[in-house]
C-alpha cells in the first residue's frame, strides 16, 4: 500500500476547477515538503509542482500546489484535454527514503 | 541536450541477476544525487534507491535493501542499479532521476526508463 493517500480517480469538464488530495505522516508531508509528479499516457513522470507550491520552468500557472499539517493537494484551473494524465504527490519520509502516492488518473470528460 | 538515458533491463528468471544502467548528459551529474523509481506494470511509482553525489550515501527501500546496490562513476557520468534475488514482484519500468544538490531534493529530470520483467 502506499504511504501517501490520493484518490484514484479525478475528472471535469474543460475550463473547470479540479482538485486532487494527497495524505501523509507527521514523517513526511508533516516535515518536508510535497512535490507532484505529471505522468502523460506513456510516458515518463515530469515535475510539475516542488517544494509544497513551487512551479519549474515552464509548467503553466492553471497547476498550484498547497500544503496544511499532513496533507497536502493539487489544484488545476482552467482544465485542459491535455492535463489528462496520473498524478502522483511524494515527499522525503524522515526515515530516509522518498514516498509517493498511489497515483490519481485524471479524466477530462 | 539534457538527459538521462537507461538501460540494461530484459527478461531474467527468478533469483537472478541484472544490472541496470542510467547515462547522463547535458548537466554537472557529479554534483547532482540521483534515485531510481519503478513502476509494476499498470501500478504506482515507488521509489527504490538514492545515492549522494559523491556515492558515499546510499538510500534503500526496505523492500530491495540487501538485493540491490545503488552505485555511481562520476568520471561516466553513469548511474548504476545492480539487482540479485530478483523476484517476480520486481518486475517493472525502472527510471532514473536526477534529485539535485540531496537526495531529499525535487526529482526534476527523469529518464525514460528500462523494463525488467522476472519470469521463468
Known amino acids: 500500500q502506499p504511504v501517501l493517500t490520493q484518490p484514484p480517480s479525478a475528472s471535469g469538464t474543460p475550463g473547470q476547477r479540479v482538485t486532487i488530495s494527497c495524505s501523509g505522516s507527521?514523517?513526511?508531508?508533516?516535515?518536508?515538503?510535497v512535490n507532484w509528479y505529471q505522468q502523460l499516457p506513456g510516458t515518463a513522470p515530469k515535475l510539475l509542482i516542488h517544494?509544497?507550491?513551487q512551479r519549474p520552468s515552464g509548467v503553466p500557472d492553471r497547476f498550484s500546489g498547497s500544503k496544511s499539517g499532513t496533507s497536502a493537494s493539487l489544484a488545476i484551473s482552467g482544465l485542459q484535454s491535455e492535463d489528462e494524465a496520473d498524478y502522483y504527490c511524494a515527499a522525503w519520509d524522515d526515515s530516509l527514503c522518498w514516498v509517493f502516492g498511489g497515483g490519481t488518473k485524471l479524466t477530462v470528460l | 541536450e539534457v538527459q538521462l538515458l537507461e538501460s540494461g533491463g530484459g527478461l531474467v528468471q527468478p533469483g537472478g541477476s541484472l544490472r541496470l544502467s542510467c547515462a547522463a548528459s547535458g548537466f554537472s551529474f557529479s554534483i547532482s544525487a540521483m534515485s531510481w523509481v519503478r513502476q509494476a506494470p499498470g501500478k504506482g511509482l515507488k521509489w527504490v534507491s538514492g545515492?549522494?553525489?559523491?556515492?558515499?550515501?546510499?538510500y534503500y527501500a526496505d523492500s530491495v535493501k540487501g538485493r540491490f546496490t545503488i552505485s555511481r562513476d562520476n568520471s561516466k557520468n553513469t548511474l548504476y542499479l545492480q539487482m540479485h534475488s530478483l523476484r517476480a514482484e520486481d518486475t517493472a519500468v525502472y527510471y532514473c532521476a536526477k534529485d539535485g544538490l540531496r537526495v531529499y531534493y525535487p526529482m526534476d529530470l527523469w529518464g525514460q526508463g528500462t523494463t525488467v520483467t522476472v519470469s521463468s
Open positions: 545515492i549522494g553525489a559523491s556515492g558515499g550515501s546510499t
Open positions: 507527521s514523517s513526511n508531508i508533516g516535515s518536508n515538503t
Open positions: 517544494s509544497n507550491n
